[in-house]
């Protein structure tokens, strides 16, 4: 499975816009960019996917480099409900979800 | 309509003991797989059922089995428990194998002592 690097933690404010990066350059044509959180406490829970274009959805926005060895989740508004662990993973033709350590991010008032 | 149930919420066992945990997908889902999360870990996958049958498997020993029912529901069993197989065990649904988006249950936390 190809690799993703995510830093260990982040720190917003209630608020803020929140840029989530995530570095995957062994990327291969048909991998899948998935974005899952987990709450504290909760099973992880999915927020996004994309293959080469940006997406949005009513959680966030992924942006995908253009050479796709990057990516960058935004949360528009961070709350404190968006306190989370956040997991960018890859994923082929293959159904399993390989999820790293992720980015564990904080938000404060 | 109610998401993924897993049951029960909490178990300790003893090393050497057998476990069953249990997992009832969300409503219209068929395919379930299991995953594993240690403490400050990121879950790791244990397999997938669909259709009653094994479809993938993660890195685990055979110690690890499990099973899928009529129903879509499923158990996963733990023989012959280790200290470290203490852990956080997250069951995921999905709509098929082929959708991507999976959607966890809380998780049993199963400690061995």
């Known amino acids: 499975d190809a690799k993703t690097t995510q830093p260990n933690s982040m720190e917003s404010n209630e608020e803020e816009p929140v840029h989530l990066p995530c570095n995957h350059s062994t990327i291969s044509g048909t991998d899948y960019i998935h974005w899952y959180r987990q709450l504290p406490s909760q099973g992880p829970e999915y927020v996004i996917h994309g293959l080469t274009s940006n997406v949005n959805n009513r959680m966030a926005s992924l942006a995908i480099a253009e050479d796709r060895k990057s990516s960058t989740l935004i949360l528009h508004r961070a709350t404190l409900r968006d306190a989370a662990v956040y997991y960018c993973i890859l994923r082929g033709t293959a159904s399993k979800l390989t999820f790293g350590t992720g980015t564990r991010l904080q938000v404060t008032l | 309509d109610a998401g993924v149930t897993q049951s029960p919420t909490h178990l300790i066992k003893t090393r050497g003991q057998q476990v069953t945990l249990r997992c009832s997908p969300k409503s219209g889902h068929d395919t379930v797989s299991w995953y594993q999360q240690a403490l400050g870990q990121g879950p790791q996958f244990i397999f997938q059922y669909y259709e009653e049958e094994e479809r993938q498997r993660g890195n685990f020993p055979d110690r690890f089995s499990g099973h899928q029912f009529p129903n879509y529901s499923s158990e996963l069993n733990v023989n012959a428990l280790l200290l470290g197989d203490s852990a956080l065990y997250l069951c995921?649904?999905?709509?098929?194998?082929?959708?991507?988006?999976?959607?966890f249950g809380p998780g049993t936390r199963l400690t061995v002592t």
């Open positions: 995921a649904s999905s709509r098929s194998p082929l959708v991507y988006e999976q959607y």
